[in-house]
Every structure is written in C-alpha cells, then in structure tokens.
C-alpha cells in the first residue's frame, strides 16, 4: 500500500521540476551570455559567453531552490563586479523573462533574462 503513494510522491515531484518554467535557456539583455538553468540541480550555468568564452560551464546560478513565496526562488549569483556570489531572488513576471534582483545594502539591482528555444552558435 506505501509503495505505490511513494511512487506517486516521487512522479509528482519529478514531473512538477520538469514543468517549471524556471528551467531552460535564458539569454542575457546586453551582453552575448546565455544560461541554461536547471531549477532540479539549482544550478544556472553558462553555455555561451562571447565576451569571455574561458567561462562557458561556470555556476552563475547556484544553491537554487523554491523560494517562500509562489513563483519565487532564491539561490546565490556571481556578481562579476564584486568577484563573489551574492544572494538573489529569481522571479518569473512572465513566461519569457527571468529577473535575478541582488540586494546589498541599501542598493539592489535587478537583471531581466529573456527566454530562448536554443542557443545559437558561435
């Protein structure tokens, strides 16, 4: 009788992470990078970066998980500028636009992703 509420459980959970919107490729709005985010893993990791091609495979995103709000996650974000990972909310306004919001201090900044089908090549 357990066995097949856990593998229930267990189908919910893995089909619920699949779903996510969250999860996918994510190009940057200036400048030539591209994520691909796995909510799952709760990782956002460079696939192409133009300016700095050494990166491609490095944890921008990490420590991604569900956030205490709906539609809401938190995780830590590179922040190039300071040379360290910094707390950030990532938020889905719409189906196409990720926005990572780093707050430190009094001063925070928010950066919106837009959602792509594939990365294009080089």
């Known amino acids: 009788m357990l066995k097949p509420i856990v593998a229930a459980a267990l189908l919910f959970a893995c089909n619920a992470s699949a779903d996510s919107d969250l999860n996918g490729f994510w190009q940057h709005p200036k400048d030539p990078v591209?994520?691909?985010?796995?909510?799952?893993m709760g990782t956002g990791i460079a696939v192409r970066n133009d300016d700095d091609p050494s990166s491609v495979g490095f944890a921008v995103l990490k420590e991604?998980?569900?956030g205490p709000k709906e539609g809401q996650w938190s995780g830590q974000v590179y922040v190039p500028q300071l040379g360290d990972y910094k707390r950030v909310i990532v938020t889905l306004p719409d189906a196409n636009t990720l926005?990572?919001?780093?707050?430190?201090?009094?001063i925070s900044r928010s950066v919106e992703w837009t959602k792509v089908a594939s990365v294009p090549q080089a």
């Open 64 to 66: 991604v998980v569900t």
């Open 34 to 40: 591209w994520l691909d985010v796995n909510e799952g």
């Open 99 to 106: 926005k990572m919001k780093v707050k430190i201090g009094f």
